[in-house]
């Protein structure tokens, strides 16, 4: 991208609706975690840590996940992971971010005190929205490998703790177990206590699985969703739901869910008509950032000006602030894609 457009795509008021908090930790805090709590770090220096981060495939990239996840054991990391990414994100424009949390990973796998946990990552969210303006929302995630369930159980926890910015339930994690268990059940439950509801699909399973999200979990977006493509009818049901997709084409490029970036469906996908909003799902741990998917989607679908405005429209639009908050962004993104 020209000097011109990367600064035109930083410009444009944003939101990122698709980042786990977990996975947004740059190496540096990585080393000063396992330091302040005597693990012994993967690698020694940042450059062996962003070596680290090469992976063959889902599976040794959730390891590295997972060993991420278990470097966050008080309310202080929680709090400085979620202010350092806010301060990227508004540093790359966006004024509104919605955060995955993986629930069932610290109230499950770790037993966890979610009211710690969550504590912490309110705290850091608050400083960020006072000190940097930006809006932020929270998306507990539970994981599908843990089975229904313990996604019940999280999803107790979490209805248990309610709090304002804890706007809606997600699922992400290996889809394992999707036909045998009845997730749908749990997303059920938690839009009867109020919730929102998204899903990861699609991303390294096919349209089956973003079909199966839209009928059996109501997401109202959902995470990748480019499996869609394999399935014009599905293809044609998403467009029809207008259910958007946070589409990280970094991501799909690094877990080799697609063979290379010149071979990504984002194209197909905008042209068939699917609301798509940009996402940097894992940044650090994908040596990407928002910006870079902004880019990424430029080349790809050889966007001008007013598409990529339509892209940041459109996580806008889709995300789960307040009304009056989103007509305010809207209005200042039209300025600045008139100029
Ligand atoms: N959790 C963190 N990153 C993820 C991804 N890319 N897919 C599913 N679950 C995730
Ligand atoms: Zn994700």
């Known amino acids: 991208m020209s000097e011109f457009s ?52 889902f599976p040794s990239f959730l390891e590295r996940y997972f060993f991420v996840c278990d470097l966050l054991r008080d309310a202080e990391d929680f709090s400085r992971i979620a202010q350092a990414y806010l301060r990227s994100a508004h540093d790359q424009g966006a004024v509104h971010v919605e955060f995955h949390v993986s629930s069932s990973y610290h109230i499950i796998e770790r037993s966890a005190d979610w009211s710690e946990v969550l504590g912490g990552v309110v705290d850091g969210c608050e400083r960020a929205m006072r000190d940097l303006g930006i809006s932020v929302l929270l998306l507990p995630d539970i994981s599908p490998h843990l089975g229904a369930v313990a996604a019940e159980q999280a999803l107790d926890v979490v209805l248990a703790e309610s709090h304002p910015l804890v706007v809606g339930l997600g699922l992400g994690g290996p889809a394992d177990n999707w036909r045998s268990e009845d997730f749908g059940a749990v997303f059920r439950r938690a839009r009867e206590s109020g919730l929102r509801t998204v899903s990861h699909a699609g991303e390294h399973g096919g349209a089956w699985e973003v079909r199966h999200a839209l009928e059996e979990f109501g997401a109202e977006r959902i995470q990748h969703g480019i499996g869609a493509v394999g399935d014009a009818e599905v293809l044609t049901q998403v467009v029809d739901s207008g259910v958007a997709c946070d589409v990280c084409p970094g991501s799909n490029v690094a877990l080799a869910a697609v063979t290379d970036m010149e071979s990504h469906p984002l194209p197909v996908m905008i042209d068939a008509g699917v609301v798509v909003t940009l996402g940097s799902d894992d940044p650090p741990l994908f040596q990407t950032t928002l910006l870079d998917e902004y880019e990424n989607a430029r080349r790809l679908c050889n966007l001008d000006g007013e598409g990529l405005a339509t892209l940041a429209r459109n996580s806008l639009t889709e995300s789960f602030a307040d009304a009056g908050l989103i007509g305010g962004w809207l209005h200042a993104l039209d300025e600045v894609s008139a100029n």
């Open 6 to 57: 990367l600064e035109f795509a930083r410009s444009l008021p944003k939101a990122e609706l698709h980042v786990h908090l977990e996975g947004s930790v740059e190496p540096l805090t990585m080393l000063a975690l396992a330091e302040r709590h005597g693990v012994r770090p993967p690698a020694p220096d940042e450059a062996g840590i962003r070596e680290w981060l090469r992976f063959d495939g």
